[in-house]
């Protein structure tokens, strides 16, 4: 077996996303690196082990050159393509922009991956990108300032949800076989084995950013050590490795750090945000704005991040605002922090009713909110650890119907115990006052209810003294309230 298709091979079966891979789609432009990559995933599917795998071949046309340029790139792929039984699709960017061009392109072909993705039900997309190519991505991010994100370079195999022509979401498994491979030795194997391709007359332009590094920077780094191109592969996989590791442990606390409401606007909680570290704190917040406001906040910068940072720790003005830019704020209420379109409008809760009727059983109350009834020996210590809150109830079996839930209307007030056990009524939107709870966000707030229609628990803020138990012993249901992990 010849030495490159040996390595992207060893590659391959080191991820699983490639083994459980039925139909993979090449997104391939006609370049040495795309080309090689056909050749390459060609001889792959002959092998007995991997011939039930499906290759479709996807070609855009960025419409930024000559037409004759582009005709024969696409005839060019499109002949290799039918010569080894692959599927092929065309796609062409109809509207090409003069400003930020290669962000433009990339979100168009990137589209069009996704249109065809989805059409042909294929769950993995595969691109030619080497090891060059990783290297000039970083430097050009170094050069015009990027995220810790950003620092990873090129990732060669990782989940991203693209956006086809619909706007509708599309999960897919990004692989890219060739990224520890130099461009120099794809242009060796395609001169022994003949594969055709075309060179793209722009890479020598130097009015493009990566044609001045990849001409002027890196063949520089190269002379002071032939061993740069690893080394910043190594570098950025040990950048990818940190990025990860704080990620997951992002992910393991986000829970209760900050939810995102059924209108689409997100809510920090400022007490745990405060109870991280320093570092902690500006990590957190980064991995916030790169991993879920990147969509509706594409642009953010240092400047910005700091700003949020100050929003945190600032008591001298617990009602402060900070601009985003592309039409969002960051809205400082007492304990949250509202991140938001500017000059939204909380509308209240439209009258709900949701019967907790099924014991031992949870309950889904929206997208990530879930609530069940549990008898005290049905419980385990899992399941009260990984709860957001729970109500201890003391009460017969025939009186565990007739629960439900709502969220407030005018004039609710709920029965509150005083400090010598005497039982006076309270307005809820008293409590939600005395908690400091954000005027827009009262409505939304969970009320459980009984049969008789007496507000048992505001969630999370204050329990009824109407089923408390007086000793531990005498527990015999325990309500459960988690936001649901995604």
């Known amino acids: 077996m010849e030495a490159l298709l040996r390595q992207v091979k060893q590659q391959l079966e080191s991820w699983p996303e490639w083994k459980s891979a039925h139909k993979i789609v090449l997104a391939i432009s006609g370049g040495v690196d795309s080309m090689v990559l056909l050749d390459l995933m060609s001889e792959m599917v002959k092998l007995q082990e991997y011939s039930d795998k499906e290759i479709i071949v996807a070609h855009f046309n960025h419409q930024l050159r000559s037409p004759e340029e582009h005709i024969t790139e696409q005839n060019l792929v499109k002949k290799q393509a039918e010569a080894k039984g692959f599927t092929y699709f065309l796609g062409k960017w109809e509207t090409p922009v003069e400003v930020n061009v290669e962000a433009a392109a990339r979100d168009a072909r990137y589209q069009f991956f996704a249109d065809v993705l989805k059409g042909s039900e294929a769950d993995t997309l595969m691109t030619g990108h080497h090891l060059n190519d990783t290297v000039e991505t970083y430097l050009m991010r170094v050069l015009r300032g990027t995220s810790m994100k950003g620092s990873r370079g090129i990732p060669a195999n990782y989940r991203r949800i693209l956006t086809d022509q619909h706007r509708h979401a599309v999960l897919v498994n990004v692989l890219r076989p ?27 332009s130097h009015k493009f950013l990566r044609n001045r590094i990849r001409h002027q920077l890196v063949p520089f780094f190269e002379k002071e050590n032939p061993q740069f191109l690893n080394n910043m592969l190594a570098l950025q996989e040990q950048f990818q490795a940190s990025y990860l590791t704080h990620f997951e442990d992002y992910l393991a606390i986000e829970p209760q750090l900050l939810m995102r409401a059924e209108q689409g606007y997100w809510i920090l909680y400022v007490p745990t945000l405060r109870d991280l570290s320093a570092n902690k704190l500006k990590t957190y ?7 879920r406001l990147i969509e509706d906040v594409p642009n953010y910068n240092k400047a910005m991040l700091d700003q949020m940072h100050q929003l945190v720790l600032n008591d001298s003005d617990p009602n402060a605002v900070v601009m985003l830019g592309a039409g969002w704020e960051a809205v400082r209420q007492y304990d949250f922090i509202y991140i938001r379109p500017s000059g939204f409008v909380m509308e209240p809760k439209e009258e709900q009713i949701i019967r907790v009727d099924q014991m031992n059983q949870w309950i889904s109350l929206s997208e990530d909110e879930e609530l069940g009834l549990f008898e005290i020996d049905f419980v385990t210590t899992r399941m009260k650890n990984e709860a957001d809150h729970l109500l201890t109830l003391s009460i017969p079996d025939h009186l565990t119907d007739g629960f439900y839930m ?3 209307q005018d004039g609710d007030e709920m029965a509150v115990v005083r400090a010598d056990q005497t039982i006076f009524h309270k307005k809820i939107s008293r409590i939600m006052i005395d908690q400091k709870i954000p005027s827009d966000q009262r409505f939304a707030m969970w009320l459980l209810c009984d049969k008789a229609d007496r507000i048992v628990w505001l969630i999370p803020l204050k329990y009824s003294g109407l089923y408390q138990p007086q000793q531990t012993d005498t527990i015999t249901h325990i309500f459960l309230y988690r936001k649901v992990r995604k």
């Open 406 to 408: 709502r969220h407030r």
């Open 178 to 204: 060739l990224i520890a491979v130099p461009k120099q030795e794809l242009y060796d194997y395609a001169a022994e084995f003949s594969v055709e391709y075309l060179e793209d007359a722009t890479n020598d």
């Open 285 to 291: 917040l980064s991995i916030f704005f790169e991993e």
